[in-house]
């Protein structure tokens, strides 16, 4: 497992291409060495060595004549299989959706290929993003790393970016948040999950799960290296992000809504880190919101908006041949969306807009929600595999913590807080308000030492 460096592996990396200790053609060939010889291939669903190298040598060209286009250049990434790749079909972790090979690239794959970024492939993820487990009967599921004895889950539904990150294939990978599927996979990896704000980077060229929630995201190694990514991502120059102390910093914790089922070591490894943090001078306050309450049950009453959305862009293939080809779990989640009437998905639509709107006299740039990203650490996979009434309870009580903050349109970054007796890694999830991504950033980057102090061996 790959130790974090406080200024950012991307950064590392940038440094060592500069000095002309290594170059990104080298760097390339590296990658995808670790890539063949990782004994998981469920990883990656594709790899694109030809693009790759193209990329990379002409990364080494500019860096020699001294034309670097800055952080990112000759950096490898790889993408969550729902961004469109020129020349290659997405196939969003299914066996049935074929559009045929994509006519250019995303738009936020454009971006950070402007930055320099080396595409190296892409990576597998639950069928159509939708499931915070990471399970996929299709092209395999891909092993937490954390456990080298028995197979635990990846969290999803951006898997394979949990995974490659955790295993130090890359050192970002691109994924998707729409109920929590960057954040769950990198609490249960032990590295950084980023979810953005709705619309702070592009999702064109992206294939939907719910126009409403769908949010961009990147799976990192240090929240300096999400940093990097989001400027990339925005079209930004990439520089120096200034570092802010902890003192100050207004952290609510809520006392309702998050906790049940929460494992002891989760709820230890976060009261240790909030502790820390407010040794070093951030102001904590615990009390009620009751908006996280009128948002689970919201849920409870009427259905989920991600549920309704998917079956308005799937719901057609039920009626199909296809049906029999889809992961069963994926089938009867769809089949629960269309039962859900137009006049509950518009009462579930309102109602999303006036609780966002009763929460922003909390968020002032300087003030966060923190609670645990996930109730639990990785279960067996053998547990959910072939037991669909445990694999429902437990991706529910996945998605509890994070669907809250995609509901509320709020941005979030998980770090690590530590690990249970058996060594598995646990998370702490803080989250800014609407548009907050550059607050949240720079304030997590000075917490992010406090909160994973005991983070690695």
């Not at 993003?129 to 999803?156: C, M, Q, V």
């Amino acid at each position: 497992m790959k130790l974090r460096e406080d200024n950012g592996l991307i950064s590392g990396l940038t440094e060592l291409i500069k000095s002309g200790a290594t170059t990104a053609t080298d760097i390339a060939h590296a990658t995808f060495h670790a890539i063949a010889n990782c004994d998981d291939t469920a990883i990656f669903t594709s790899v694109t060595p030809e693009r790759a190298f193209r990329e990379a040598e002409a990364s080494s060209k500019r860096i020699l004549e001294g034309r670097s286009l800055g952080v990112l250049d000759g950096i490898p990434v790889a993408w969550k299989d729902l961004y469109d790749l020129k020349g290659m079909v997405t196939r969003a972790g299914s066996r049935i959706l074929d559009q045929g090979p994509a006519l250019v690239d995303a738009e936020l794959v454009r971006r950070l290929t402007d930055a320099g970024a080396v595409t190296v492939g892409k990576l597998n993820m639950t069928e159509f993003a939708f499931s915070g487990l990471g399970l996929n009967p299709h092209y395999g599921t891909p092993r937490n790393p954390w456990d080298r004895k028995e197979p635990r889950i990846p969290g999803g539904s951006s898997s394979g970016c949990g995974v490659a990150v955790a295993l130090g294939l890359v050192s970002a990978a691109i994924g998707t948040d729409t109920s929590g599927s960057v954040r769950i996979p990198a609490a249960l990896n032990g590295i950084i999950g980023f979810k953005t704000s709705s619309g702070r980077w592009p999702l064109n060229g992206c294939y939907p799960l719910s126009r409403t929630l769908d949010t961009a995201g990147v799976l990192t190694q240090t929240v300096v290296d999400a940093a990097i990514i989001d400027a990339a991502a925005r079209g930004l120059a990439i520089a120096e992000r200034p570092r802010r102390t902890v003192r100050g910093i207004r952290l609510v914790v809520p006392t309702n809504a998050v906790w049940d089922g929460v494992e002891p070591a989760v709820l230890s490894n976060f009261e240790s880190a909030i502790g820390r943090l407010s040794d070093e001078g951030a102001v904590i306050e615990r009390r009620r919101l009751p908006v996280l309450d009128d948002v689970l049950s919201l849920g409870a009453r009427y259905g989920t908006l991600v549920a309704i959305e998917a079956y308005e862009l799937h719901g057609h293939r039920l009626l199909t041949t296809a049906a029999n080809l889809m992961d069963r779990r994926v089938k009867s989640r769809l089949v629960e969306g269309g039962s859900i009437s137009t006049e509950l998905a518009a009462a579930l639509r309102t109602s999303r807009g006036c609780l966002i709107e009763s929460l922003a006299a909390l968020f002032d740039g300087n003030t966060f929600v923190a609670f645990p990203t996930v109730p639990i650490v990785a279960p067996l996979l053998v547990l959910l595999e072939n037991d669909d009434e445990a694999f429902a309870a437990t991706n529910a009580l996945m998605l509890r913590n994070t669907m809250i903050g995609s509901f509320l349109n709020w941005c979030g970054v998980a770090i690590p807080s530590g690990f249970d007796a058996t060594g598995l890694p646990t998370s702490v999830l803080f989250s800014g308000g609407p548009g907050d991504d550059s607050q949240l950033l720079l304030a997590t980057i000075a917490m992010e030492p406090l909160v994973r102090s005991s983070s690695y061996y």
